[in-house]
């Protein structure tokens, strides 16, 4: 059964059913994702993991293909092939990657059934004759020089001009669709974005390239569109009038772990803050799109990016997380304490930045972006503050009213407001309107963010990935403070491992106008 190439995915009939189980909800999103006639005409596709030994390969991409394979969510006749440097067996690819499946004793035959419809080639990527024994082996699959080609790139930058090249060169599909899946980093400034951007581009067609950034295939991230734009409640809101700031967060509570090296040649504005949060930023921003058509959806982001001036030294705090002396063992290390980080980095660990959309509905709005590593807590958020109350008649007791959506962990979208102190009072106290994903819809499990994006690849949707216009936008607005801080070798503010971050960062979202209580806590239902 082949999906249709033009299907958008849909999840309407799946939020109907709130009370369904896994299996009955994929039945569901396979009902809408293929037609009866696709159910008849079969049509062969093959996915190719290139990098298939490496980390990102055996702990996301093999178990994504597991997950959708097992719910019956890919088309049957889909073969799985991977490539890479190694001299692997398709029985070494499973060893590595299986403890990551998630897989119960009552799916060992399924899991059998599974690779036997995987194999592996061994080859270097910059070798052209390489790719010719992969294009061989593609084609000696059934159908295979029919099939359609899903190609993922889980290799490192350095390697995509060769990969990218050798694909076209070789590996395309004379009969049937062909799709390349390119992971971030997408260069790491604005001038190594284009040159890889013109690259690719001079090889396939925009709707042959899916950008994938995983945070737009999260659950919370996908509905912000639907909260937005399916509620009346919120539209007249949703503007400078009534928004006071919107603060977009990503937390994690530890380090580099060992991973030093290859976090220090990027940092946390490239690793988190111009991709994760610029895109949560744009969903938040954006104006009504004409439809859910993946451009429609991409021409309003980029016209948001548009009106981003660039980011400005006086608009951001960094800082760079060290040891904790009263905490014990490794996780207390500081970054520079990590043997694989080179010696005196500066590399920031924590950013705070202010960006302002100049535009009609968002003039003087901050969106205020924050992240870090080594902090409090894990939590990915977009926080919407709203304006004081205009001739409060409580004499200062009303605080903010806040839109919160959690994005991760805990899902949930709850709105922080005032209501009666219940008894013989007549004082507001704060208090929350809640839906806690996982109290709300108790039987439905949550795809992973991999599972949504790699099952759009197969369905020819590109909302959720990102265009090479909006990616020079994005660069457009980070580039100018990257060099400057590398240029003049600007050094973080120090702040504790397991802290908040440095107190900068607190003086200054309070100087651009959010009010930080600090009286009231969500607390998730589930956990009381």
């Avoid at 702990?59 to 092939?81: A, C, F, H, M, Q």
């Avoid at 058509?293 to 951001?316: F, Q």
């Avoid at 705090?317 to 080179?342: F, H, I, R, W």
């Avoid at 400057?484 to 070798?489: G, Q």
Wanted: proline share 5%.
């Amino acid at each position: 059964m082949g999906i249709r190439a033009s299907v958008e995915p849909k999840m309407s009939a799946v939020q109907e059913h709130v009370h369904l189980s896994r299996s009955e909800v994929c039945g569901i999103m396979r009902e809408e994702l293929y037609s009866e006639e696709d159910f008849q005409q079969a049509q062969t596709h093959i996915f190719i993991v290139i990098g298939a030994s490496g980390d990102l390969a055996k702990k996301k991409i093999y178990p994504t293909l597991w997950w959708l394979y097992s719910d019956g969510l890919l088309p049957e006749d889909t073969y799985i092939v991977g490539f890479a440097r190694s001299k692997l067996s398709v029985q070494d690819i499973r060893k590595q990657s299986e403890s990551y499946f998630k897989a119960t004793t009552n799916d060992a035959e399924k899991l059998d059934s599974f690779f036997k419809r995987n194999s592996y080639v061994s080859g270097q990527y910059s070798d052209d004759a390489s790719f010719k024994a992969l294009n061989q082996h593609l084609q000696s699959l059934p159908n295979g020089s029919k099939a359609n080609r899903l190609f993922y790139l889980a290799v490192p930058p350095s390697v995509y001009h060769d990969v990218t090249r050798n694909i076209k060169l070789t590996c395309m599909s004379t009969v049937g669709w062909n799709r390349v899946i390119v992971e971030k980093p997408f260069g790491k400034d604005l001038e190594s974005s284009n040159k890889l951007s013109e690259h690719i581009s001079a090889l396939y067609q925009e709707n042959q390239i899916y950008r994938i950034d995983h945070y737009l295939g999260k659950e919370m991230v996908q509905n912000l569109m639907v909260l937005r734009f399916a509620n009346r409640i919120f539209g007249p809101l949703w503007n400078r009038d009534h928004i006071a700031s919107v603060v977009l967060t990503f937390k994690e509570p530890f380090g580099t772990q060992g991973r030093g090296g290859y976090f220090d040649e990027f940092g946390i504005i490239r690793d988190v803050m111009q991709n994760h949060l610029l895109q949560m930023m744009c969903l938040v921003a954006m104006e009504k799109p004409v439809s859910t058509n993946s451009d429609d959806v991409r021409d309003e982001k980029v016209k948001v990016l548009k009106c981003v001036p660039e980011l400005t030294l006086d608009n951001i705090v960094l800082g760079q997380y060290v040891g904790d002396s009263v905490g014990k063992g490794e996780a207390q290390m500081g970054y520079l304490d990590d043997p694989t980080v080179p010696k005196g980095s500066h590399t920031p660990t924590f950013a705070t930045a202010i960006l302002y959309v100049q535009n009609e509905r968002w003039d003087g709005v901050p969106f205020i972006m924050r992240c870090g590593k080594a902090l409090n807590e894990r939590k990915a958020e977009v926080r919407l503050q709203f304006r004081d109350v205009p001739g409060d008649i409580f004499q200062g007791q009303c605080k903010r009213n806040e839109l919160v959506i959690r994005v991760q962990p805990d899902e949930a979208v709850y709105t922080k407001m005032m209501t009666k102190k219940p008894g013989m009072f007549f004082n507001p106290e704060e208090s929350e309107l809640d839906l806690t994903y996982g109290n709300r819809y108790k039987d439905v499990k949550l795809p992973d963010a991999y599972e949504r994006l790699i099952l759009d690849v197969f369905c020819g949707s590109q909302m959720h990935f990102v265009r090479s216009d909006e990616l020079k936008e994005a660069w457009r607005i980070f580039t100018p403070i990257l060099h400057k801080l590398e240029k003049e070798k600007i050094k973080p503010l120090p702040y504790k491992y397991g802290s908040r971050g440095p107190a900068e960062s607190d003086v200054l979202m309070q100087n651009v106008g959010f009010r930080y209580e600090g009286t009231y806590k969500w607390v998730n239902p589930n956990k009381l």
